[in-house]
């Protein structure tokens, strides 16, 4: 049998970057995860946005800055491009005017790329679409394990009545026995709330709670040694708001808040990762009309590719 032929980034010497196919990384395309170990697949859903619309938008401005990656990671000389096939297959078709008939069909969408055993990576959209990956996950995976960066813990019973929404999924994915507890951990919490509530619910739960301020002035890696330990020894799901980072690097999103982590804290978390079961993630909540240099889309093209890093079987060059 002939070597399998990996699918590579389209390289920066090959075709200028401001050129060539509008894919994450300038990867090839695919119209399905058949024969994919792993892909990027958007969800450009903002109906259960509260405050800033524009997530929709997301996955375009991501790919669109993407064409700056380059195949290797030079920090922790992970080779994913030369471990694993990976395509872009492109976004999900949700339904404009119903978030509950779109929930359906995310839900169905990610049942397929699952049934090919393909590790879907995911640009949003906003966070709401963590809720309908979930509930595939469950479904080959069983309670998954959870690390969560974000300023907001989106464990609220309700917004404005409706009990789907951005700010509700991690409640509903409690509730319909989708998260193992005791092995999920939220980081870089923070910002006023309605009640006391808004972060001891998760911890009556088992979550880890990690506050903003328990990560300022310092590395995350003793941080992450011990989250590796709570999480690991089931699948874990990554899931990242944008708005987890301080706006002053990621101000392009819905609902800022002031005193988040840092760019290299949320390396350090993604990297932390490495060792774990990873079998898919997310990286939300980028509104690009409030993003006006591209620097918000860009964070998170670097972040989606450092989430590729360190999926279980990537190769690491010595």
Request: proline share 7%; glycine share 12%; with cysteine.
């Amino acid at each position: 049998m002939s070597e399998r032929i990996l699918n590579q980034p389209l390289g920066g010497n090959q075709m200028p970057r401001f050129a060539g196919p509008a894919t994450m990384m300038r990867l090839p395309s695919a119209t399905s995860a058949q024969g994919l170990d792993a892909c990027f697949v958007g969800v450009p859903f903002d109906i259960g946005t509260s405050n800033r619309a524009g997530a929709r938008f997301g996955p375009r401005a991501i790919r669109a800055e993407s064409c700056l990656l380059r195949p290797y990671n030079m920090a922790t000389r992970a080779a994913p491009f030369d471990s694993l096939q990976i395509a872009d297959i492109g976004d999900v078709a949700i339904n404009t005017f119903n978030a509950q008939k779109s929930i359906d069909i995310i839900t169905d969408a990610y049942d397929e790329i699952l049934r090919h055993d393909c590790t879907p990576l995911t640009m949003g959209g906003d966070h709401t679409i963590a809720l309908p990956i979930l509930r595939a996950m469950r479904k080959k995976y069983g309670p998954v394990g959870l690390v969560h960066i974000d300023a907001h813990a989106d464990i609220n019973d309700s917004m404005f009545g409706e009990k789907i929404a951005h700010g509700t999924p991690f409640r509903r994915a409690v509730e319909e026995g989708l998260l193992d507890g005791k092995r999920v951990a939220q980081i870089g919490l923070r910002g006023t709330g309605y009640t006391a509530e808004d972060f001891d619910w998760p911890r009556s739960q088992g979550f880890r709670v990690v506050p903003a301020e328990e990560c300022w002035y310092k590395s995350l890696a003793p941080l992450m040694a011990e989250i590796r330990d709570q999480v690991g020894g089931g699948p874990v799901y990554l899931s990242i708001d944008i708005d987890g980072l301080d706006p002053s690097f990621a101000p392009g999103t819905g609902t800022p808040e002031i005193g988040g982590l840092t760019i290299w804290q949320a390396l350090e978390i993604i990297r932390g990762c490495r060792g774990l079961n990873i079998i898919g993630g997310d990286l939300v909540e980028i509104s690009p009309p409030y993003d006006l240099s591209g620097n918000t889309a860009l964070v998170g093209a670097n972040l989606l590719f450092e989430m590729l890093c360190v999926l279980p079987k990537v190769q690491y060059r010595a």
